[in-house]
Nanobody
Framework: QVQLVESGGGLVQAGESLRLSCAASGFIFGLKFMRWYRQAPGNERELVAGITSDGVTSYSDSVKGRFTCSRDNAKNTVYLQMNNLKPEDTAVYYC?????????WGQGTQVTVSE
């Protein structure tokens, strides 16, 4: 059974940092492309970052230069280091994996950035 469990969210002030983690199980983690999404109230879920099985990353323009996605295949965990956070980064953050055309999501972790 595929499981994704996010952690690390919280309430921070603008300019501060957070590191999100997503612990994965139920599939061969080291072979899969992993993604981070976020969803703010009233908005659609948007793709924030992705990382290939061998660590090649990609980012949305809104977070490029501030967020860094990484993974530890030995720990079946993907990370999202978020620096210089802005109020517009406030959202629930989800990790995602697509397996045989089926999307799997974690429960999400709330990130709130105050002015």
């Amino acid at each position: 059974q595929v499981q994704l469990v996010e952690s690390g969210g919280g309430l921070v002030q603008a300019g501060e940092s957070l590191r999100l983690s997503c612990a994965a199980s139920g599939f061969i983690f080291g072979l899969k492309f992993m993604r981070w999404y976020r969803q703010a109230p009233g908005n659609e879920r948007e793709l924030v970052a992705g990382i290939t099985s061998d660590g090649v990353t990609s980012y949305s323009d809104s977070v490029k230069g501030r967020f860094t996605c990484s993974r530890d295949n030995a720990k079946n965990t993907v990370y999202l280091q978020m620096n210089n956070l802005k109020p517009e980064d406030t959202a629930v953050y989800y990790c995602n994996v697509n397996i045989r055309y089926q999307n799997y999501w974690g429960q999400g972790t709330q990130v709130t950035v105050s002015e």
